[in-house]
């Protein structure tokens, strides 16, 4: 469902992501990870159509972002890290202008709305403007509108910032069962024992490059540790870095 060719993005002099191979198939739950400045943002960019990559292609059910964008964006839900909202729309109005733009019909759009802030806890905020709601309450709404148009593919960076520890288990639950039914789930998130926990497969990325890709037991083979992701991620991080200085002295 998600495929990347080469994928490759340059700043100038700078290579932000340099010819990521990847392949996720359906119902995957993909948990992508890395230190500050890997090129996650970048690679999500390239893989929701925010930007044209230097050189390689991405597609997103079979839709190339570059030549084919509206078909490939229709089957995706795009999240990212900070919630965007209309500050002038209440939540009610904000689910229906996305309603509007993925052409789910009216009915159902209201059917689904209903079932979304309910199971979101998002009832009693229906009428509230966006420009009053938490951080956390922002992030259960995007994360309901998202799941509006019932996607195919859900691109997701750091789900859980903002929200206290039963909305976080909400949104795991939910994600997870997204997975399960078959949706292609990419999560990008710094909280290693949430990778742990939901991922099927896990790729970390450093410098611009994917330099490991497995699941947790392949990666601790990978790395020759037995401990928890984190002590797995931070050996093969520390691997590459080593070998990138060893490499430019």
């Not at 990559?53 to 084919?68: A, E, K, M, N, Y």
């Not at 009610?92 to 059917?111: Q, T």
């Not at 509006?148 to 795991?172: C, F, S, T, W």
């Not at 330099?211 to 050996?235: K, N, P, Y």
């Amino acid at each position: 469902m998600i495929e990347a060719a080469g994928l490759t993005k340059k700043f100038g002099k700078l290579t932000a992501v340099n010819g990521l191979d990847l392949s996720i198939g359906q119902g995957e739950f993909f948990a992508f990870l890395g230190p500050n400045a890997a090129g996650k943002t970048t690679t999500i960019k390239m893989l929701t159509g925010l930007l044209r990559p230097t050189s390689g292609s991405c597609r997103v059910g079979g839709f190339d972002l570059q030549t084919s964008p509206k078909e490939a964006k229709a089957i995706l839900s795009y999240i990212p890290d900070f919630p965007f909202l209309y500050d002038k729309l209440t939540c009610l109005e904000f689910m229906h202008f996305v309603a509007e733009i993925f052409k789910v019909e009216r009915a159902l759009a209201a059917r689904k709305t209903g079932e979304l802030f309910e199971k979101f806890n998002l009832g009693s905020y229906r009428n509230e403007l966006t420009e009053n709601l938490s951080h956390g309450t922002r992030q259960r709404l995007v994360i309901a509108s998202a799941l509006l148009h019932e996607p195919k593919v859900i691109i997701i960076d750091e789900p859980m910032v903002g929200l206290d520890p039963m909305h976080a288990r909400v949104v795991k639950a939910e994600l997870k069962e997204q997975s399960r039914k078959g949706t292609t789930i990419f999560l990008s998130t710094h909280t290693l024992n949430v990778a742990e926990e939901m991922a099927d497969r896990i790729g970390i990325i450093n410098h611009g490059q994917l330099i490991a890709l497995g699941t947790v037991d392949e990666l601790r083979r990978q790395s020759s540790e037995t401990g928890a992701l984190e002590s797995v991620f931070l050996a093969l991080v520390d691997a590459e870095e080593a070998s990138t200085r060893a490499s430019t002295s």
